[in-house]
């Protein structure tokens, strides 16, 4: 969106010539191999965090591929299966907020490592639980790492690579997301109906991966805070130390306000479709796998949308961008109403997955060039905690519509106004960022 340390063209360029400079401050010896700018050790733990990022998709996306599952075991209803869906994103909201500030207090490797075992440790505890309420409350506090997380991680990354690349690591981190979702869908398949007490079950106890895999790795390979710190104000110099309050001063009060209003109506449409659209499917009249291909349509237009947007925010500016891509995600999905062929499902269902995704990480890609450093993962944590209400209300309101008995296509139509309200979210935030260059004076990409 903006640089927050150019005032003009000049400084720019010293800027992004130092940060392509300075790009191996944590071993002296030059890389052969490099990814977008960086090597080394800084390559492998920004690598590592976009593992993580995997694992928070496929933990996103592994309730929906369940619900039908423990309807029959528990004897739930939709507002129920909503009630449940909705504790992780409520623990995320929580965990967006308060984690991405302690990654800005702590440091972001201490903000990384603890979201990985919470998220960890208490998905991993959902796959004992004996009852429904049990079951519900591990989701709830797994869903405080989950929530940490993605802010943690895209604020590391966002202090280990050159100005120049964050928007494109951003759109590498983010496509973590729908990866893990595909493979949920495609591990649901065969796991979930291979055993009617334990089939769900292993899905969950899966989380042992980032745990037995990931977790040591990080306690080697990701730079302490005080290498993070010291190799940042090498590139980019020091910087005051930054409260809360500052993100809703004068200065950055409207832009942070409409930042988080685009996030949560973009994640309401994208994680409501991403919790209910396997069961709303099978209400449909289609059979579980079938339900489970729409469900890995969405999430491959999701992967799609991470290269295009990465392209178009680059070329167009990240704000106008997502407004153009929410806007074609509404319109798609106001479409299904039409009861369309099978074959036009999954294009409306893969363009669905392209405009919601895809808008998200240009707006994580906004925020993190917008904001200075000693605030990105206070700002991260804002916008993506306050948005997360919207993916708190995605699954119960969903359930609840359908408990209603107002029919799949109820569904259908919140999560298309939900996608159009971020368009036009997206539309105000952008001449804020105009007015935001005149007023101050910094470069602004839109």
Not at 102 to 131: E, Q, Y
Not at 157 to 172: E, G
Not at 397 to 409: F, T
């Amino acid at each position: 969106m903006t640089s927050h340390a150019t005032g003009n063209g000049d400084a720019s360029n010293r800027l992004s010539d130092r940060s392509s400079t300075c790009v191996d401050n944590f071993d002296s010896k030059e890389h052969r191999f490099t990814i977008l700018g960086i090597g080394g050790r800084r390559l492998a733990a920004v690598l590592l965090g976009w593992f993580f990022v995997v694992f928070d998709g496929y933990d996103l996306i592994v309730y929906g591929t369940v619900q039908s599952a423990l309807a029959n075991e528990w004897n739930l209803g939709s507002a129920q299966l909503g009630t449940i869906g909705s504790m992780a994103f409520f623990g995320m909201a929580i965990g967006a907020v308060f984690i991405g500030r302690l990654s800005d207090r702590v440091g972001r490797k201490a903000a990384v490592i603890g979201s990985v075992v919470i998220l960890s440790v208490f998905t991993l505890l959902c796959a004992f639980a004996p009852n429904p309420w049990v079951f519900g409350a591990f989701r709830l506090i797994a869903g405080l790492g989950l929530g940490g997380l993605v802010p943690s991680v895209n604020a590391m990354v966002s202090d280990l690579v050159p100005r120049r690349t964050m928007s494109a690591w951003a759109t590498v981190m983010m496509s973590g997301v729908p990866l893990g979702g595909s493979i949920a869908a495609l591990l649901a398949g065969p796991i979930v109906t291979s055993s009617e007490e334990w089939g769900w079950r292993i899905m969950f106890l899966l989380a042992l991966v980032p745990l037995v895999v990931g977790l040591p790795l990080a306690l080697k390979v990701i730079p302490s805070d005080k290498e993070i710190k010291a190799d940042h104000i090498a590139r980019e110099g020091v910087e005051e130390e930054a409260s809360f309050k500052d993100l809703l001063s004068s200065r950055f009060r409207w832009v942070s306000i409409w930042f988080a209003l685009a996030t949560f109506f973009t994640l309401l449409a994208w994680y409501g479709l991403g919790t209910w659209l396997p069961r709303l499917m099978e209400q449909a009249g289609y059979n579980f796998g079938d339900a489970l291909m729409f469900t890995l349509a969405l999430n491959l237009g999701a992967i799609i949308g991470s290269v295009v947007t990465a392209w178009a925010g680059d070329r167009f500016g990240p704000i106008r961008s997502g407004a153009i891509a929410a806007g074609i995600a509404g319109i798609a999905l106001f479409c299904l109403l039409l009861y369309p062929p099978v074959w036009a499902v999954y294009i409306i269902l893969i363009l669905a997955g392209v405009g919601t995704h895809g808008t998200q990480i240009l707006i994580i890609a906004a925020v993190a060039n917008f904001y200075p450093s000693n605030l990105r993962g206070t700002a991260l944590g804002w916008a993506l905690g306050v948005g997360r209400i919207g993916a708190v209300a995605a699954p119960q309101l969903a359930g609840l519509l359908l408990a209603w008995n107002l029919g799949v296509n109820s569904n259908f139509i919140m999560f298309a106004a939900a996608a159009m309200f971020s368009a036009l979210s997206l539309s105000i935030l952008l001449r804020l960022q105009k007015a935001f260059a005149t007023r101050h004076q910094v470069v602004v990409q839109g």
